[in-house]
């Protein structure tokens, strides 16, 4: 089992700044690729971007590229999402989440196995 914890999520003005943080435990941290995740009301689950185990690949959905930057600490088994030029649209509760790195990156929900419980991000016009 892994275990993920979110946090740093809250209440941020258009074309502000955030940084989600999220903290594994359980199993072998540089076995996963780790993804973000966010599900607004009403919405599916999307995909917002994913780092490889080792850090030196990632992938963004279009909606981000360029705002949003994932990135990964292997020696303190976290992951983090750096979120810039926020807007109201990126409002949503975002999961971590975890998968085998077997395959590597991979963009939909039904690929990864472990997650977080979420943090709420809300972004005001």
């Known amino acids: 089992q892994v275990q993920l914890v979110e946090s740093g999520g809250g209440l941020v003005q258009a074309g502000g700044s955030l940084r989600l943080s999220c903290a594994a435990s359980?199993?072998?941290?540089?076995?996963?690729?780790m993804g973000w995740f966010r599900q607004a009301p009403g919405k599916e689950r999307e995909f917002v971007a994913a780092?490889?185990?080792?850090?030196?690949?990632?992938y963004y959905a279009n909606s981000v590229e360029g705002r949003f930057t994932i990135s990964r600490d292997n020696a303190l088994n976290m992951v983090y999402l750096q979120m810039n030029s926020l807007k109201p649209e990126d409002t949503a509760v975002y999961y971590c989440?975890?998968?085998?790195?077997?395959?590597?990156?991979?963009?939909?929900?039904?690929?990864?196995?472990?997650w977080g419980q979420g943090t709420q991000v809300t972004v005001s016009s």
């Open positions: 989440a975890a998968r085998f790195k077997i395959g590597g990156i991979l963009v939909g929900a039904h690929n990864y196995e472990y």
């Open positions: 780092v490889s185990w080792n850090g030196y690949s990632t």
């Open positions: 359980g199993r072998t941290f540089t076995d996963y690729v």
